[in-house]
């Protein structure tokens, strides 16, 4: 069993193909880094396995079940999350109410008109837990809009760690942040178990050769190069497209 | 919370003994007629501040709604049903036509949602002329009479306050309820972060599309209650004035707040009515008193009234303290 299989998976936007028959396969527990120089089209991969696109052809499979026809949101509950580069969260809640909203959009209680959500102490305890994972516990109550950048990312990995996935999606966890946050945020992805799989896409190759197993690389939509670390980085694919040397 | 009443408190118990002793003070029965048209415009308010202030979601189609609920009881009641009969009719027809309302104009967001909905409004308000055989045209209907629930006499215009205060009541505390459940927290998240609530799992076309059913529920409740207090509609009701001055409503009393489109719909109906006694241009005043609106507090009148209390609160206080240490520094 594969914790995520992408096969032959085509999109072009116009005339301009940004993925061309990738294929991908990660193990359960793996943790995949996926590089390429800009405009490779690594994020628009993840939104087709998210997706948030549709593609044009090929197929996604989440732990073995084909998912390309399941709409972004019930890919949710089957097991899938993900962070965004762009830092997309609810910038007029508190941190805590953000998180809450990642662990109330797989709960029924979504629906629920009736309650009041800070009454609800089963969803707010979670969220501390999540929070206590990525190191903010501390200032759970405080307005997003208080927050720095960097506790921001965390905020971000602690709601897609909230919703207990399957496949953790990361795109660009560590985009603008300063040393001692980037710190931070590698221990918190280290201490997440094995029976999470992760995916992520990162620039900063000093942080994301240590964290993960195997490369693939991507260029011009296309997968260059595949393997372990050792061998992606030897790979002369590698240097040229990508380390530019 | 400490256990103390805060200052919010005192003022919406004071706010409430008004609104029950409201016919005993009022200087006549026109003011509380007048008053009795705030209260159901506020709740024709709270139900577009669904959309508005906690969807995101602007419409420039409300007043069609609320002409069809008016137009379906007053045919219905025309057809010699009984009230009840009517006002449920009206209400499974209007909620009807929210749906399918809901359904068409969800297929755009932003600027498209505008136009799509002001151009159901101007379709209602094009068969409301037209289609004499059914609405009356220029006619209109009438109504002849108001009903008397639980024995209250509807004729009487204190009768007539009192259950429109009831509703209205009944009104505050279900939108009360639903802002702070979890589902008005999925509301407002589709209002921030469309993309990334889908990406956590939910629905958000259908977010959307019950909220629109609710605020359709509450713009028919207010619809019905227009109609039995003017005893006749035209389409004059389901103008575009219409749709853009409950729209003003909430955005000058402040959307997303509770209390904001409340005070939007006072503001409206005091000054159309009362101060228009007074003073022949009064849709020049009821201007005037917007561009204020928006250029001293562009949040509404409710929070930016707020803000400017908690300013001017800090101000008196860091002054006081300032004067307090000064008188506290030992004497050279």
Same mark, same amino acid.
């Given at each position: 069993?594969?914790?995520?299989?992408?096969?032959?998976?085509?999109?072009?936007?116009?005339?301009?193909?940004?993925?061309?028959?990738?294929?991908?396969?990660?193990?359960?527990?793996?943790?995949?880094?996926?590089?390429?120089?800009?405009?490779?089209?690594?994020?628009?991969?993840?939104?087709?396995?998210?997706?948030?696109?549709?593609?044009?052809?090929?197929?996604?499979?989440?732990?073995?079940?084909?998912?390309?026809?399941?709409?972004?949101?019930?890919?949710?509950?089957?097991?899938?999350?993900?962070?965004?580069?762009?830092?997309?969260?609810?910038?007029?809640?508190?941190?805590?109410?953000?998180?809450?909203?990642?662990?109330?959009?797989?709960?029924?209680?979504?629906?629920?008109?009736?309650?009041?959500?800070?009454?609800?102490?089963?969803?707010?305890?979670?969220?501390?837990?999540?929070?206590?994972?990525?190191?903010?516990?501390?200032?759970?109550?405080?307005?997003?809009?208080?927050?720095?950048?960097?506790?921001?990312?965390?905020?971000?990995?602690?709601?897609?760690?909230?919703?207990?996935?399957?496949?953790?999606?990361?795109?660009?966890?560590?985009?603008?942040?300063?040393?001692?946050?980037?710190?931070?945020?590698?221990?918190?992805?280290?201490?997440?178990?094995?029976?999470?799989?992760?995916?992520?896409?990162?620039?900063?190759?000093?942080?994301?050769?240590?964290?993960?197993?195997?490369?693939?690389?991507?260029?011009?939509?296309?997968?260059?190069?595949?393997?372990?670390?050792?061998?992606?980085?030897?790979?002369?694919?590698?240097?040229?497209?990508?380390?530019?040397? | 919370?400490?256990?103390?009443?805060?200052?919010?408190?005192?003022?919406?118990?004071?706010?409430?003994?008004?609104?029950?002793?409201?016919?005993?003070?009022?200087?006549?029965?026109?003011?509380?007629?007048?008053?009795?048209?705030?209260?159901? $415009?506020?709740?024709?308010?709270?139900?577009?501040?669904?959309?508005? @202030?906690?969807?995101?979601?602007?419409?420039?189609?409300?007043? @069609?709604?609320?002409?069809?609920?008016?137009?379906?009881?007053?045919?219905?009641?025309?057809?010699?049903?009984?009230?009840?009969?009517?006002?449920?009719?009206?209400?499974?027809?209007?909620?009807?036509?929210?749906?399918?309302?809901?359904?068409?104009?969800?297929?755009?967001?932003?600027?498209?949602?505008?136009?799509?909905?002001?151009?159901?409004?101007?379709?209602?308000?094009?068969?409301?002329?037209?289609?004499?055989?059914?609405?009356?045209?220029?006619?209109?209907?009438?109504?002849?009479?108001?009903?008397?629930?639980?024995?209250?006499?509807?004729?009487?215009?204190?009768?007539?306050?009192?259950?429109?205060?009831?509703?209205?009541?009944?009104?505050?505390?279900?939108?009360?309820?639903?802002?702070?459940?979890?589902?008005?927290?999925?509301?407002?998240?589709?209002?921030?972060?469309?993309?990334?609530?889908?990406?956590?799992?939910?629905?958000?076309?259908?977010?959307?599309?019950?909220?629109?059913?609710?605020?359709?529920?509450?713009?028919?409740?207010?619809?019905?209650?227009?109609?039995? $207090?003017?005893?006749?509609?035209?389409?004059?009701?389901?103008?575009?004035?219409?749709?853009?001055?409950?729209?003003?409503?909430?955005?000058?009393? @402040?959307?997303?707040?509770?209390?904001?489109?409340?005070? @939007?719909?006072?503001?409206?109906?005091?000054?159309?009515?009362?101060?228009?006694?007074?003073?022949?241009?009064?849709?020049?005043?009821?201007?005037?008193?917007?561009?204020?609106?928006?250029?001293?507090?562009?949040?509404?009148?409710?929070?930016?009234?707020?803000?400017?209390?908690?300013?001017?609160?800090?101000?008196?206080?860091?002054?006081?303290?300032?004067?307090?240490?000064?008188?506290?520094?030992?004497?050279?």
């Amino acid at each position: 069993m594969s914790a995520l299989t992408v096969s032959k998976l085509c999109k072009a936007f116009g005339g301009l193909r940004v993925t061309t028959d990738v294929n991908l396969n990660v193990e359960p527990g793996e943790r995949r880094l996926i590089i390429g120089p800009n405009g490779a089209g690594k994020t628009t991969l993840f939104n087709l396995i998210t997706g948030e696109l549709t593609p044009d052809s090929g197929s996604v499979h989440l732990l073995d079940r084909d998912i390309t026809g399941v709409p972004s949101r019930r890919r949710a509950h089957l097991g899938m999350a993900r962070t965004y580069q762009i830092i997309t969260l609810f910038a007029r809640d508190t941190i805590v109410r953000n998180v809450t909203l990642a662990l109330l959009g797989l709960s029924n209680e979504r629906w629920n008109p009736l309650t009041v959500i800070d009454r609800n102490t089963d969803l707010i305890d979670r969220a501390h837990e999540a929070l206590q994972r990525v190191g903010l516990r501390h200032i759970a109550d405080r307005p997003l809009s208080q927050t720095s950048y960097g506790e921001r990312r965390r905020v971000e990995i602690a709601m897609a760690l909230a919703q207990n996935p399957k496949v953790l999606l990361l795109d660009e966890p560590f985009a603008g942040l300063s040393i001692d946050e980037r710190r931070d945020v590698q221990e918190t992805l280290r201490a997440i178990p094995r029976d999470v799989t992760i995916v992520m896409i990162e620039h900063n190759m000093d942080v994301a050769l240590d964290f993960a197993e195997r490369i693939t690389l991507l260029h011009f939509g296309k997968v260059i190069v595949e393997g372990t670390r050792a061998e992606v980085v030897a790979d002369p694919h590698t240097r040229e497209v990508y380390l530019g040397h | 919370m400490s256990g103390m009443p805060s200052a919010r408190h005192i003022a919406l118990a004071v706010a409430f003994a008004a609104l029950v002793t409201l016919p005993f003070w009022m200087p006549g029965i026109y003011y509380i007629n007048v008053s009795s048209q705030v209260l159901f $415009y506020a709740i024709f308010a709270l139900g577009l501040n669904i959309l508005v @202030g906690y969807g995101g979601l602007v419409s420039l189609g409300h007043a @069609g709604l609320f002409g069809i609920t008016a137009y379906a009881t007053a045919y219905l009641l025309s057809m010699g049903l009984g009230h009840t009969a009517a006002i449920l009719g009206a209400l499974i027809i209007s909620l009807g036509c929210t749906a399918i309302f809901a359904a068409l104009a969800l297929r755009a967001t932003g600027i498209g949602f505008i136009m799509i909905t002001l151009a159901l409004g101007q379709i209602i308000w094009g068969l409301a002329y037209r289609w004499i055989s059914l609405t009356g045209g220029d006619n209109g209907i009438n109504v002849k009479t108001r009903p008397a629930p639980f024995g209250v006499d509807l004729g009487d215009p204190s009768g007539f306050y009192y259950t429109s205060l009831v509703i209205f009541l009944i009104a505050v505390v279900v939108v009360t309820i639903f802002v702070r459940s979890p589902f008005g927290a999925a509301l407002k998240g589709t209002r921030d972060q469309p993309r990334r609530m889908n990406a956590l799992g939910y629905h958000v076309w259908a977010i959307r599309f019950w909220a629109c059913v609710l605020s359709g529920l509450l713009t028919a409740v207010a619809g019905i209650l227009f109609v039995y $207090y003017t005893q006749f509609i035209s389409p004059q009701t389901t103008s575009l004035t219409a749709s853009a001055e409950v729209l003003l409503m909430v955005i000058a009393g @402040g959307p997303a707040t509770l209390l904001g489109p409340i005070v @939007g719909a006072a503001l409206v109906v005091v000054v159309k009515n009362v101060v228009s006694g007074y003073i022949e241009r009064w849709n020049f005043l009821l201007g005037a008193i917007f561009v204020a609106i928006v250029i001293l507090m562009p949040e509404g009148l409710v929070p930016g009234t707020a803000r400017l209390w908690r300013q001017g609160w800090r101000a008196f206080r860091s002054r006081r303290s300032v004067v307090l240490a000064g008188s506290a520094e030992p004497k050279p």
